[in-house]
């Protein structure tokens, strides 16, 4: 009923998560109402998205660059890793601005359920990345059964080559990372036991 | 702490209605797992959305022609003329699948407390598609004061010209057209009253 081309951006719009079809049509209104300069600049936002973004070659965090903003700041302790599900979890981390180690994003977690195995995972980089003067590495994980499973294979991988250690419970069981807050983050940290 | 293209991308989607940052990081987190055609079906779709649809000549209705489905559409009685705030509002309507006619859109509502007055609203373009071959005008506006001010208005320029009509009450006082079930709007026609 609406014009071909306004059909087709509601039903990208519907892509988006969490996005019904009501949704969709007042963000097309919307996106609608803007200028041509407005509607150009998200144009290529997304166009630039895949030809910039990509990902750290060392830690597997995004950046535009061959390493990302922590991999190559040599005020971070570079011999300090925190592992993480995705780069979403870097910057709940981040907030707490108490950690001043590196990065390395496992791109998922271990699910034998939906297929997802180790080798599936960013872990062999970081298996290569710990050396003797890996101090420690943290693993800042989801407290779910796929994070726990994910925690104890690298746990056992690096067994006896560096210092392994989790986060503390204090964030509640089943719950995601990037939900939450600083504070409650920064007890988990501060408590974070050997693993 | 993002790279640069992502942060604007996230940016640019907390611009639609509703989206705050954590919607627009998760939205951005979406896109950036889509493929490149994914994303570049968005992008096109964006740029062709200012460059194909406009404003159907005669009734306002969003259109790539010159002319609308509706307004072309010789099987719609071109007599009997639905007058709607905007767009989204015709689809509504049509849901009823009962009504034959055609539409005027007015693109908004008289509001003087915002300084939207009657000459910034597509209303003498209605007032030049009535003839005498019009048998009705019927005003399918939001039953608040601004839908309220704006049917007076429309009726007392067309007094004399045509029948002209409201939708019956029907529709909860202080709702929106767009938010009203096809039955209970279904109603609302079949009981309207001259205005
Ligand atoms: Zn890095
Ligand atoms: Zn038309």
Redesign the interface.
């Known amino acids: 009923?609406?014009?071909?081309?306004?059909d087709?951006?509601i039903y990208?719009f519907q892509?988006?998560?969490?996005v019904g079809a009501k949704?969709a049509?007042?963000?097309a209104?919307?996106?609608?109402g803007?200028s041509?300069e407005?509607?150009?600049?998200?144009?290529?936002?997304?166009?630039?998205?895949?030809k910039?973004?990509k990902k750290c070659t060392r830690c597997g965090n995004?950046?535009?660059d061959e390493l990302c903003?922590f991999c190559k700041n040599s005020n971070r302790n570079q011999n300090i890793i925190c592992v993480v599900q995705?780069?979403?979890d870097?910057?709940v981390i981040?907030s707490m601005q108490q950690y001043n180690g590196v990065y390395h994003v496992l791109d998922g977690l271990i699910n034998t359920q939906k297929g997802v195995l180790p080798d599936q995972l960013n872990i062999m980089t970081l298996l290569n990345r710990v050396n003797e003067r890996t101090e420690e590495v943290i693993l800042a994980l989801d407290p779910t059964v796929e994070g726990e499973t994910t925690a104890l294979y690298i746990s056992k991988l690096l067994e006896g080559k560096c210092r392994v250690s989790r986060l503390a419970h204090g964030i509640p069981v089943g719950s995601h990372l990037d939900y939450t807050d600083a504070m409650t983050l920064l007890k988990a940290f501060e408590g974070r036991k050997s693993s």
Do not use: H, Q
Request: charged fraction near 35%; charge should be negative.
């Open positions: 009923m609406y014009p071909k081309t306004f087709d951006l990208e892509k988006l998560p969490g949704t049509e007042r963000y209104f919307t996106v609608l803007w041509d407005e509607i150009s600049e998200l144009a290529e936002t997304l166009v630039n998205l895949k910039k973004v995004l950046t535009e903003e995705n780069p979403k870097i910057s981040e």
